[in-house]
């Protein structure tokens, strides 16, 4: 009975430990959603400037994990004037109003998001200490896709993912909002909202 009661504790200890290990920001759906964020970025000859890209990224995105403060957030995410929100149907309209919420809440408690296991080799993880101390000037750097903690709906059906990235070689920034909804197959990404910044 005694040495029962060790295994249990022992299995108890594990699973908890294995829980913070695997980070606040490891909810089971992010490493899909966000590569299907990125992969149809990717996609889109209006996102991804080629011109940028070295042989070695062509055919590439480059991803990192987002920053952004709860009020920038809110203020992107939820101003449906700026984006296809408000021709969504009522039910989607309001599990994206939920996936919003959940976004500002991972944001403002650190249920940030860890960097994914990418399965699919076009995806590529940005390492800021690659170009050793001293970064190039902003005109050289790569176009990179900071990717805020995605959100979901209280369903589990629709997802919402914030993404901050540049354009005009670097000059300007550009915030985008992608809308996804579950699948047989995964993900799919219904909808886009762009703002971009002179």
Known sequence: MIQCWRKVKLL?????????????GAAPGDALVVETVLLNALTSSSLVETHKQTTET????????GKAAAYQTSSTILSGVRGPFTGFP?????????????VMRRVKT???????AFS???????????HGAK?????????????LPPGYSASGEYALVHVGTTWSGNMHGMDLVFYL???????TVIDRAEIRYL
């Open 12 to 24: 108890l200890v594990g699973a908890i430990l294995a829980t913070i290990c695997a980070g606040a």
């Open 110 to 116: 650190g249920d940030d998001l860890t960097t994914p």
């Open 135 to 147: 970064p190039p000037y902003f005109w050289d750097r790569p176009q990179v896709f900071g990717v």
């Open 90 to 102: 009522a039910e989607a309209k309001q599990a994206f109003r939920e996936a919003a919420e959940d």
């Open 120 to 130: 699919d080799a076009r995806v590529r993880v940005f390492s800021a200490g690659a």
């Open 58 to 65: 062509k055919g590439s995105i480059l991803f990192r994990v």
């Open 181 to 187: 909804r579950r699948t047989q197959n995964g993900w």
